[in-house]
């Protein structure tokens, strides 16, 4: 059986739209390897199956080649797009079946332009519905709970990229315990729960793999500090370098936590700060960051080494007109090696859509706006039009040519893995 997965471009109503800037098609190909969601399917598909893996954001899907299925990966921004798709084989009596975070949010939309939809997890779902495709006996949803202990490793070999892959991703866990009411990770039914691999399969995995620098995909590595204290202490001979996220309240308190993940390779933690408004917090549910501690936590990893990666919303229903200002002039005072400002985006399936939904605050269900650059709800304090064109400035600033630049050498004093990872990705923000 000849089998397609396909990562969607967002750019509906135009076939084989190439999302990707050529700068950033140069780097998908030399820099980065296959999603690990594909890697990971890879790796549970029989080995007499033949896999092809198209991302469209920088590659062309060719709809006249044979295939006996298809499967596409839908986050919300690329919904539309990839439902296109979806239709488009299905006239061609290709069976298709759709999966990853908005099918999963939405089973009975996604339904409407595939022969199934896998729903959650799909390393133990995927095998039987190869065989249910095999038998012709194909059932309209799959929906089946992961065991951690039993998944494999990643397959890195079997799709085929053609780039260098220079940096890999690997997961040790999943699901986070924070439940932000805003994240669609850790609100999504089959990743509120957290769970952990046995350390030994990851050391395993992380052996196999030759590139120096790899990213934890874990939506946070500070939920069980025991846990990844004991994956760092493991991983010292491994001789590594990698990011990870992690969260503030946990950093602020556990100095052993942040000497090991040092000593481990680290050049850098990825945070969610979300916002500089204590009121924010509070409200989306992340009361134990507190932001009276964010400056002097950031100094405290710049201390052992490592740089910071600080991601903002704007939108929040604390968020007044002066916010924007304020956010400017605190980003400036925190010496971030890395900031990524957006705007709140209430994703379906997430406690934050439902309110806004329930309030008739939700302007638009174009799922392509939903891409974290669009307003799609209707502020409290503020216009959507004011919301757009504040965050953009701040954004704007907080990126500018001379701030990218300025990032990038201060990672140089934390060393070239840093400054090849954090400090490099400036000029991509």
Known sequence: ??????????????????????????????????????????????????????????????????????????????????????DTFRSLDIPVVLGGWHPSALPEEAKQ????????????????????VKEKKIKPFYETPVDLKRIPAADRKRLHHTGGCFIEQIQATRGCTMRCRFCSVTNSKYECTYRVRPIENVIEELKS????????????????????????????????????????????????????????GCVEWDVGFESVSQENLNLVGKTSNKVEEFASTINKIHDFGMGVKGNF???????????????????????????????????????????LDKEKRILTKDWSQYDLRHVVFQPK?????????????????????????????????????????????????
């Open 313 to 355: 919303l704007f939108g929040f229903d604390a968020d007044h007109p002066s916010i924007f200002n304020r956010t400017l002039d605190t980003i400036s005072d925190w010496n971030l090696d890395l900031v990524d400002v957006n705007i709140l985006t209430p994703f379906p399936g997430t406690p934050l859509y439902e309110d």
């Open 1 to 86: 059986m000849n089998i397609l997965l396909i990562y969607p471009s967002k750019s509906k109503g135009r076939m084989n739209g190439l999302d990707f800037s050529i700068i950033d098609r140069i780097s998908w190909r030399v820099l980065l390897g296959p999603q690990l969601a594909f890697q990971m399917l890879a790796a549970v598909t029989p080995s007499e199956y033949s896999i092809t893996l198209v991302d469209e954001r920088c590659q062309k899907i060719d709809f006249h080649d044979e295939y006996d299925l298809v499967g596409i990966s839908a986050i919300t921004p690329s919904a539309a797009r990839s439902y296109e798709i979806a």
């Open 209 to 264: 793999i030759p590139q120096k620098i790899f990213y934890f995909s874990d939506p946070s590595l500070t939920v069980n500090p025991g846990y990844t204290k004991q994956l760092f202490r493991e991983m010292k001979p491994l001789n590594k370098k990698f990011s990870c996220n992690g969260n503030m309240s946990v950093l602020h308190h556990d100095d052993e936590l942040i000497s090991l993940a040092n000593e481990a």
């Open 113 to 132: 332009h595939a022969d199934a939809v896998v729903i959650g997890e799909a390393e133990e779902s995927w095998p039987s519905l190869l065989k249910d």
């Open 381 to 429: 304090y503020m216009s959507a039009q004011e919301l757009l064109s504040e965050a953009m400035r701040v954004r704007r600033a907080v990126c500018s040519p001379s701030n990218n630049v300025k990032r990038a050498i201060t990672c140089l004093k934390y060393g070239p893995y840093t400054f090849l990872t954090t400090g490099m990705q400036n000029f991509f923000m």
